[in-house]
């Protein structure tokens, strides 16, 4: 057959980007369940080691199912690069680690997952790497507090879970501006709703946990970004160990190829869902990107195709009341993971951020009566139906 002519949609990417086929010509991309891989010689193999060809050497440094999962995400978010970790944490830790050393500083958004404000705040100092958190909605100030010794800036957008947006471009502009690493994490958004490569941004980082595979089975993580910069993260991660499993790429390779199709709906749920949490007298208040009353709407219009497939909003009555709303919950899953075909109610004071201290989860929006919600592909009455008799209005 002959190759397509013309740019591929990322519907057509998701489906089709795939490793070329054995000599079985099998159509879907078979397993590769093999620690190692063995070579017609020796001076292949010594070249392999050498750098002298690309032979796949042994799954720790790479994997047909790897290489397949890594390629088709730079696709989806115009990267040139990327390596595929056993966890999303494994990825975040990785694209930060690879860079840093003592006397480093990091400038972060101060609204971060609470396991990367452990890196940050708790494990980074021991090796005399320092941080600076910046207000994610002020990213005019931002500039103020770069020093000679910054390297990377580090955010995510939307945040999790107050569902915050840092403006993608200016922040492009300030790394570029002082040769800076723009580390993104777009778990949120998925490269389906948002691209941050396209605004600059070095590294992109996802905990494919979440969206990319849709169906909460396995755990993944995967860093993509700059070719230079990737070859730094590959040698980081070959010599200390954070390799995928090649199932777990095979898994992630095959949940792509409907990506678009479930963030279509996750998102619709997400909106109707929304606007019915906003119509209630029990809720204090609603944030959603796409949402009229999100103080960043024209923002998330701007950055975003579309909502996401995340709800947060507050209660009336503060960890009381939420307490009680997540005992009376009947159909959604209470859970403290995301991304699922499943809606799963969270309360993110006391369970995901519950490391951090009162006043930093306020400082970033997190009230004790914050719920967050990962919105799944039920039919939306039903799980409008749940959240609000729940509420004590069904």
């Known amino acids: 057959m002959s190759e397509p002519t013309g740019p591929l949609h990322f519907e057509t990417r998701a489906v089709r980007e795939q490793m070329e086929r054995t000599g079985y010509r099998e159509h879907s991309m078979p397993m590769f369940l093999t620690s190692s891989f063995v070579f017609p010689g020796p001076e292949r193999m010594e070249e392999a080691f050498t750098g002298g060809n690309d032979d796949i050497i042994y799954t720790r440094y790479n994997n047909p199912n790897n290489d397949e999962l890594i390629r088709k995400v730079c696709s989806l978010e115009g990267a040139e690069d990327g390596f595929a970790t056993a966890s999303g944490m494994a990825a975040v830790f990785a694209s930060m680690a690879a860079f840093l050393e003592a006397g480093d500083h990091v400038l972060a958004s101060r609204a971060v997952f609470g396991s990367t404000h452990q890196i940050l705040a708790s494990l980074f100092p021991r090796w005399g790497i320092s941080y600076t958190y910046v207000d994610p909605l002020d ?50 958004a998925t490269p389906y709703l948002q691209r941050p490569a396209a605004y600059g941004a070095g590294l992109v980082v996802h905990s494919a946990t979440k969206w990319m595979d849709g169906q909460g089975r396995v755990l993944g993580g995967l860093i993509v ?118 809606t799963i109610v969270t309360h993110p004071a006391s369970t995901t951020h519950s490391k951090l201290k009162e006043e930093e989860r306020l400082a970033v929006g997190i009230t004790p009566g914050m719920v967050r919600v990962s919105v799944g592909l039920e039919h939306p009455e039903d799980v409008i139906a749940d959240l609000l008799q729940a509420l004590g209005e069904g």
């Open 139 to 188: 990213i005019d100030t931002w500039e103020a507090h770069i020093r000679p010794e910054t390297k990377m800036i580090v955010l995510e957008t939307p945040s999790n879970p107050g569902l915050q947006l840092i403006d993608l471009e200016k922040a492009g502009a300030l790394a570029d501006k002082h040769g800076l690493i723009l580390n993104v994490d777009n778990c949120f």
């Open 225 to 342: 970004g700059k070719a230079e910069l990737i070859e730094q993260v590959r040698f980081f991660c070959r010599h200390t160990g954070p390799a995928m499993s090649p199932f777990h790429a095979w898994v992630f390779s095959k949940s792509l190829e409907t990506l678009a199709v479930r963030m279509e709906r996750h998102c619709a749920n997400a909106l109707q869902l929304a606007g019915a949490l906003e119509n209630s007298a029990l809720v204090e208040r609603v944030f959603y990107p796409h949402l009229p009353s999100h103080p960043q709407y024209e923002l998330a219009k701007r950055q975003m195709s579309m909502g996401g497939g995340i709800v947060a909003f507050e209660l009336k009555g503060g960890l009381p009341a939420g307490r009680r709303f997540l005992s009376r919950l009947k159909l959604c899953s209470l859970s403290s993971n995301l991304g699922d075909t499943r």
